[in-house]
């Protein structure tokens, strides 16, 4: 599991670990690190062209530092100073001890022109807004340049607590990150910045919780259900999909073959769109009676493509299981009925539905995700997924990490995608899974069901569900 920790906890660990070590020995560790991870991305060091752009304080210090260990190696290496007096002395002095040029962000261009890599030690993990006009500058000549990229801990302009951008930030090949990952090196859009990212430990000792966490296949392989010799339908759970509608029955069909492939041992469906349900998948347990009437089930997923069918979102969040709301049912479940459920409930808008039930604008929560996801669990007493190229699952409470996911793929950004994961969660609640597990479980196989389904190409919902058994044995394995 990869987690991360706000700013002001690495900064805690790091002064407690300075107190122990011999000074400056922390900021060896760092640079060796980056000098390293530079070196292996530039593939032949001696006869390179590095810049590094030097701003105050530690993080430019890093870049200095490592800057001097490729100049021994007979790299090429101009230093620009954006920090003047405050650029890190110990570095700079090292720098130039090595045969490394200076220049002022004035002289700058040429040298980023000519360069195979430019070393972003701008702003550090302490910085917050928008780059200034100097900075903008030089990222924009960066921008229009052939080298590679590496950020020093987090592309400079970037929130590392929250990944929020506001304004001009760099855009980096790859972030060589500290002791452990910062939030914002996980969350878009600053994630989206942060190009692969490679984490130098240096010692730190971080307390629990993270602030995030970041799960793997070894995480969800351990959260799988997986049936017993004496397991029979009903023992391994049953999920009920109240979905579909006159105008839209693929999404009750779509939401179905995401539930049959989710581990639960049966799938009961209520609504309008039965026949074609059944006709697509035999095995399905049809009713149209209700919710009510239905039978016993272990968790519902109740909205996809449910039009205005207000009456069956209430009487599903009325029963006393686990409930998945999605998509229309979001609009039509008030906010009253769903923080007054005792059961478990897991909501999972995407950015437009999440904006519409804060009462902000799209981009707000585009650009604030962890703060939207958090603001929703809060306010509607839930366990939320927030769909997106980073996928985020927060409990309500706030004393759990948040969940980010990012298996995915842009190919998913496609009608009845969202069905699929529905299904899939949903049948991971009746199985017994908690609600932030079920939504990060079902994530991270649904974004890996859609890179095995698109290799690389588009890709329709229903070729998604169909792989996902590839992605649960791929993880499994």
């Not at 022109?113 to 928008?130: E, S």
């Amino acid at each position: 599991m990869r987690t991360a920790y706000s700013v002001e906890t690495v900064r805690a660990a790091e002064r407690a670990l300075m107190a122990r070590l011999p000074e400056g020995a922390l900021m060896q560790r760092a640079a060796a690190g980056l000098a390293a991870a530079c070196a292996q991305l530039l593939g032949r060091v001696y006869g390179s062209r590095v810049v590094l752009l030097v701003g105050s304080g530690d993080n430019g210090g890093d870049a200095l530092y490592a800057g001097a260990r490729l100049a021994r190696r007979g790299a090429g290496v101009t230093a620009v100073l954006l920090a003047g007096e405050r650029t890190h002395p110990g570095g700079l002095a090292a720098l130039r001890r090595a045969g490394g040029a200076v220049v002022a962000p004035g002289g700058a261009e040429d040298a980023i022109g000519r360069a195979d890599l430019v070393m972003d030690g701008i702003v550090g993990i302490g910085g917050k807004g928008g780059l200034r006009p100097e900075a903008e500058a030089l990222a924009a000549v960066v921008a229009r340049s052939a080298a590679r990229v590496v950020a020093v801990d987090l592309p400079s302009g970037v929130d590392a607590d929250t990944g929020e951008v506001h304004g001009a930030a760099l855009r980096a090949d790859l972030t060589v990150t500290f002791g452990t990952h910062k939030p914002g090196l996980l969350i878009d859009p600053a994630r989206d910045h942060a190009g692969s990212v490679r984490l130098v430990d240096i010692g730190l000792e971080l307390p629990a919780p993270p602030e995030l966490e970041a799960l793997q296949h070894a995480d969800v392989a351990r959260l799988l259900p997986v049936p017993a010799a004496e397991s029979d339908k009903y023992r391994r759970g049953v999920v009920g999909i109240a979905a579909g509608s006159a105008r839209y029955p693929g999404a009750a069909v779509l939401a179905v073959s995401g539930a049959l492939r989710g581990g639960a041992g049966a799938v009961r469906y209520v609504g309008p769109a039965g026949d074609s349900v059944i006709a697509r998948f035999p095995e399905t347990l049809v009713s149209d009676r209700g919710p009510d009437k239905a039978g016993r089930v272990q968790a519902w997923v109740v909205g996809p493509g449910a039009g205005d069918d207000a009456a069956t979102v209430a009487e599903v969040l009325a029963t006393d299981v686990p409930v998945l709301i999605d998509a229309d049912g979001l609009r039509l479940a008030g906010r009253d009925a769903v923080r007054g459920r005792r059961a478990p409930t897991l909501m999972t808008p995407h950015a437009g539905e999440a904006a519409a039930l804060l009462g902000v604008p799209r981009e707000e929560v585009e650009g604030a995700r962890l703060a939207a996801v958090r603001e929703l669990a809060a306010v509607y007493r839930a366990t939320v997924l927030l769909k997106g190229s980073t996928t985020l699952v927060a409990d309500p409470g706030g004393d759990r990490p948040v969940r980010v996911n990012a298996t995915g793929t842009g190919w998913l950004a496609t009608a009845g995608s969202g069905d699929v994961l529905s299904g899939l969660a949903g049948s991971l609640l009746a199985a017994g899974l908690s609600a932030l597990d079920a939504g990060s479980a079902g994530a991270y196989l649904h974004g890996l069901a859609g890179r095995v389904a698109s290799g690389g190409g588009p890709v329709g919902a229903h070729e998604v569900a169909a792989c996902i058994p590839d992605a649960w044995r791929d993880v499994r394995s």
